[in-house]
């Protein structure tokens, strides 16, 4: 049987939870249920890849019951200790603290390749996006550009590379290599369309990190989804399996473009687009006391279309291919980079 089938157990993982976690929380005696709900379940002979949340109820010394969110991320592939560590550095110097948040880290398991964590209660910003709600994504957009602009102003002396493999476009996952030749195989008519495109973002972000020794915590995966709307005032960004020491450009870059892939897709207001990107971009300079100038802009701009380029392949490469969806994504890079192939 496959390990990580117990942790869809609900006895099992009551118990293990005790064991884990109990302590933690002296004002508890015991967990009284756990109702699991998968949120992702991809489960083969051997291998896995889950993401659950334990809706955990607790029981106080009083007899009163409390209730939690505690996830799991776990991966045999792809051990998530890096998050663990990532979590625990920035909760450990006080990112925490205040209305720009993150899920409070638990424990690592070796056993199960696991991180655990204690989740945050609220809605995405892409829910708002999909109610066309304008008011909430103005305010969550503006809480966002702040969270990011906190991430990226925080001291990296005593920062790993949690993530080392993701710290280039080069590597990232599952690299540039592998979907060059995937494109090429399935999809040959974009191959040089794929490949002029690669060859100037690779050149673009090796031009930037020749020229300074900086390097900033990014987020890594930074879209609406991500985004937790927890109060009127406070948010958390969640998932950090891809945060690692890079260019802060780039968290700015793929939050732009999936900003406006989202909103383009549920609303389709062209000015609204422009007025909230605008709104983002706006507030996070402003936040994180920087200017504008032309160099900065490229970066965002190279890595705006590398998300777009992403978002593209994904629909190419996925079991059920729509290169319909990937196509209109292909011709807006190619018209923005200039690029002297056909598609």
Partial sequence: MNIIKQLFDQQFVIKYLEKRILHRYPEFTDIKKITIHPYKDLIWEETYHVV???????????????????????????????????????????????????????FYSNRFRATFYRGV????????????????????????????AKLHNLPITKAKNFNKANSR?????PGVKYILASVKKDFPRYYPFFKQAYQIML???????????????????????NIIKMSDKKIAVIDFTDICLADYARDLGTFLQQLEFMVQRKIG????????KKTFLENYL?????????DL???????FNWTALRTATFFLLKSKAEPDRAHGLLVRI??????DVTI
């Fill in 286 to 294: 402003d936040d994180a006391k920087i200017d504008l100038d032309d």
């Fill in 52 to 106: 659950i949340e334990y809706k955990t109820t607790f029981t106080t010394k009083v007899g009163r019951t409390k209730n939690l969110p505690i996830i799991c991320t776990a991966h045999s592939e792809e051990p998530r200790k890096n998050v663990y560590r990532a979590l625990k550095f920035l909760w450990d110097n006080g990112f925490a603290k205040g209305n720009l948040t993150i899920p409070h880290p638990l």
């Fill in 334 to 339: 190619s018209q923005d980079m200039k690029l």
């Fill in 121 to 148: 209660k609220g809605r995405n910003l892409y829910q708002f996006i999909k109610e066309n709600n304008r008011k909430e994504i103005e305010k969550i957009v503006i809480q966002a550009a702040r969270w990011f």
């Fill in 203 to 225: 050149a673009e972000e090796k031009k930037f990190f020749a020229s300074t020794e900086k390097r900033w915590l990014i987020h890594g995966d930074a879209h609406p989804e």
């Fill in 269 to 276: 207001d062209k000015n609204y687009i422009a007025l909230i």
């Fill in 297 to 303: 802009e490229q970066r965002i701009n190279n890595y």
């Fill in 169 to 173: 476009i080069k590597t990232v996952i």
